[in-house]
């Protein structure tokens, strides 16, 4: 970043060509692209299938308005129930857009009563009932609140089998966790770069599109860096689109936001990308796990409901709602704090943020804690476990 506020303060608007470290501005996303294309979409990508632009929900509805095309049988949207809020915005609004009732245009998978997550089958057995009036399946990779990964590969192929359109919202996927999106023949997915990918908050986010869509499915909302660089400061009247997913631009993109991505992409890159990162982060998760489930304030998933019948009524204490199956999760771990409803969650998020510990609270019950594992240590996972029991027995 400070090489390229340097170049603005040198160069100018002369940095889009003429760079003293051999970025061109104008080609500034080309190594982006090249990596995000290894770490987000990890195995079978092609650069191609890869822009590195917008945002999250400006990008998501940018696929929905191609990929979201009701009819009078299929017009239905399903996604998990409580999806981060932004995605739930956006459905609804794409939805009443072309005229029809979210109540009864989107479909909700919720978790069996007295669960947390979703169960695979469940999320199939809808699919496969429901297949004929859905448009759009899209859910989340990984679920922000509950942490839970979503077995993406079979609800992809299910949904392809009743001839439903498939997109992904990776926004807590992106960098946690390997996927292989044009293998598994995903329509499109979009994700932010600013979680695990270290981009800063509100950094550049990113989009894929199946290569099988290239001369199908062309940009609707046309902007000049999605036009062809070899014509785009010929500046034509006529849009002539880049092939692929980078035809989807629409401005030139912030600098600063590309040079953050950047620096982080190369050391995903030095770090030898997913494998190695995904193998640390499965070591760092699981020894959180076990010294948290060590804890005499754990209470055991199954035994939440017997031990706190009444909301705000019982001992404090703590669950993990994750699943506890690493194949179906990425970095983090949902604590849910007991008992529910008595405001003790943001007590303890205090404690533990008073002590050095940085995690993220979701009202009105839930901390996430998420070892990094670029940057996160055995010992780091450690002393969050200790800080957590000993926040605890300042409520004693």
């Not at 608007?13 to 990596?35: C, M, Q, S």
């Not at 400006?58 to 399903?78: E, V």
């Not at 926004?171 to 966790?177: E, Y």
């Amino acid at each position: 970043m400070a090489e390229e506020l340097k170049t603005w303060g040198t160069h100018g608007v002369v940095g889009h060509f003429a760079h003293p470290h051999n970025r061109p501005w104008v080609k500034y996303t080309d190594e982006l692209n090249i990596l995000m294309a290894q770490v987000c979409v990890t195995t079978g990508a092609k650069e191609k299938e890869v822009a590195c632009m917008g945002t999250l929900t400006n990008n998501l509805h940018l696929m929905m308005d191609s990929f979201y095309k009701p009819t009078a049988d299929r017009f239905k949207i399903l996604c998990e129930a409580r999806a981060f809020p932004s995605d739930q915005y956006a459905f609804a609004s794409q939805v009443k857009a072309r005229g029809l009732d979210p109540a009864t245009a989107i479909l909700e998978v919720s978790p069996r009563e007295g669960e947390y997550t979703l169960r695979e089958e469940d999320i199939l057995e809808i699919i496969a009932k429901e297949g004929a009036s859905i448009a759009l399946v899209l859910f989340s990779g990984v679920q922000y609140y509950t942490g839970q990964w979503f077995p993406m590969e079979s609800i992809t192929r299910k949904a392809k089998e009743q001839g439903c359109i498939c997109g992904w919202d990776l926004a807590h996927g992106a960098g946690n966790v390997p996927v292989s999106l044009h293998d598994w023949d995903v329509d499109f997915a979009v994700w932010c770069t600013y979680k695990y990918l270290n981009s800063s908050p509100g950094g550049i986010a990113g989009l894929f599109v199946h290569e099988k869509w290239n001369n199908v499915e062309l940009p609707k909302f046309a902007g000049w860096w999605g036009h062809e660089l070899t014509t785009r400061f010929e500046m034509p009247p006529k849009f002539s689109p880049i092939q692929g997913a980078q035809g989807f631009q629409q401005s030139n993109p912030c600098i600063l936001a590309l040079a953050s991505l950047l620096g982080s992409l190369q050391l995903f890159k030095e770090a030898g990308m997913m494998g190695p990162i995904r193998e640390r982060s499965l070591l760092l998760t699981g020894t959180l796990e076990r010294l948290l489930t060590k804890s005499k304030y754990f209470v055991p998933l199954g035994e939440v409901g017997q031990l706190y019948q009444q909301p705000g009524s019982g001992e404090p204490g703590f669950t993990i709602i994750t699943p506890s199956d690493a194949s179906q999760r990425g970095a983090q771990l949902s604590l849910l704090v007991l008992p529910t409803g008595s405001g003790l969650m943001q007590k303890i998020f205090t404690g533990l943020s008073d002590r050095g510990v940085i995690g993220d609270e979701r009202e009105p019950d839930v901390i996430r804690l998420a070892p990094a594992p670029m940057y996160n240590t055995i010992g780091d996972c450690e002393r969050a476990a200790g800080y957590l029991d000993e926040v605890f027995e300042t409520l004693n």
